[in-house]
């Protein structure tokens, strides 16, 4: 993964094969304290205890199709490198949330890269089946999307159409440069 | 809090339903991109881009896009499948921007099974 945004997405993903019908993820830059603060809270199905105990070893998977799980595992390796922590909290039938706090200077921490990109990739196959809340806050900046809200303006109209799409995007990105 | 402004979306969702002629159960196709860790980690999600792109560019109307997990061949991420209503499922590997255009265009557009680019037709379900 060579960038945040892809291992959002790919956590995401995860929350998604969970059943999840809402989805909260958060970018916390505070260039202050020197850290940055990926957040992602579903409420899916949960993991048993089992599962959570197992949860960042990448030879542990639920999975039918292979043997390794790498997801967490990835993003767990992917703190360390820049010396953070790393935080996985479950309850069956309540929900997953993950909390990945990095040291925001440090020379190993990956770049954001393109969230408005992996908004856009979440929202096209999954975003009429699940809603999104995404909070980005930076020096006291705040951006919020949250895809009840777009729903609602659209009465009707899928938040997946290709028109609906192309202008999220662009708003998103939009947004996103304002804050940074 | 800034919430992201919406006032401009009355416009496109006006624009939608003057044109938009699509219920799910009549598109013509379905894309299937594989969204796992490995397809992620290969460039799935520049592939979904690339799609979106190309199919708000042609003005398709009536085809669905969709993402499923790891099929269990990740060595040949990225990976979608195509299903053309009506027709065994197409799984296509080793995609690039480039080649899932061409896909939607000979595919999808006219029918043409990218054979070069193709792994498998039949039917594929992950669990």
Do not use: W
């Not at chain 1, 995401?12 to 019908?21: D, H, K, P, Q, R």
């Not at chain 1, 542990?60 to 997801?71: D, E, P, Q, S």
């Amino acid at each position: 993964m060579q960038d945040l945004s892809l291992h959002i997405l790919d956590i995401v993903e995860n929350s998604i094969e969970a059943g999840a019908t809402k989805v909260e993820i958060t970018v916390e830059e505070d260039v202050r304290h020197n850290r940055l603060i990926v957040e992602i809270k579903d409420n899916g199905k949960g993991m048993d205890k089992k599962t959570l105990d197992n949860v960042l070893d990448p030879f542990y998977t639920t999975k039918k199709t292979r043997r390794i799980g790498l997801g967490l595992s990835m993003l767990a390796q992917a703190v360390k490198e820049a010396e953070g922590d790393f935080n996985v909290q479950s309850k069956r039938g309540e929900g997953t949330t993950i909390t990945a706090q990095f040291v925001y200077d440090h020379l190993d921490r990956k770049p954001l890269g393109n969230i408005a990109e992996t908004l856009i990739a979440l929202i096209a196959s999954n975003g009429l089946a699940v809603d999104f809340i995404y909070k980005h806050k930076k020096d006291g900046k705040y951006f919020v999307f949250d895809t009840r809200d777009i729903k609602k303006e659209l009465d009707g109209v899928p938040i997946n159409n290709f028109e609906v799409l192309k202008f999220l995007q662009k708003n998103i990105r939009t947004e996103l440069k304002k804050i940074e | 809090m800034k919430k992201l402004k919406i006032g401009d979306l009355e416009k496109i969702r006006e624009k939608v339903r003057r044109t938009a002629n699509v219920r799910l159960g009549k598109a013509r196709a379905r894309i299937t991109v594989h969204m796992g860790t490995c397809g992620i980690a290969a460039g799935a999600r520049e592939i979904l881009t690339a799609l979106l792109k190309e199919i708000e560019r042609k003005g398709i109307k009536d085809v669905i896009v969709t993402t499923s997990g790891c099929a269990g061949l990740c060595s040949r991420e990225p990976m979608a499948t195509v299903e053309v209503t009506g027709k065994p499922p197409v799984k296509y590997v080793d995609l690039t921007a480039q080649k899932i255009k061409k896909i939607l265009n000979d595919h999808i557009l006219e029918g043409t099974i990218v054979h070069e680019y193709a792994l498998a037709i039949g039917s594929e379900r992950t669990p």
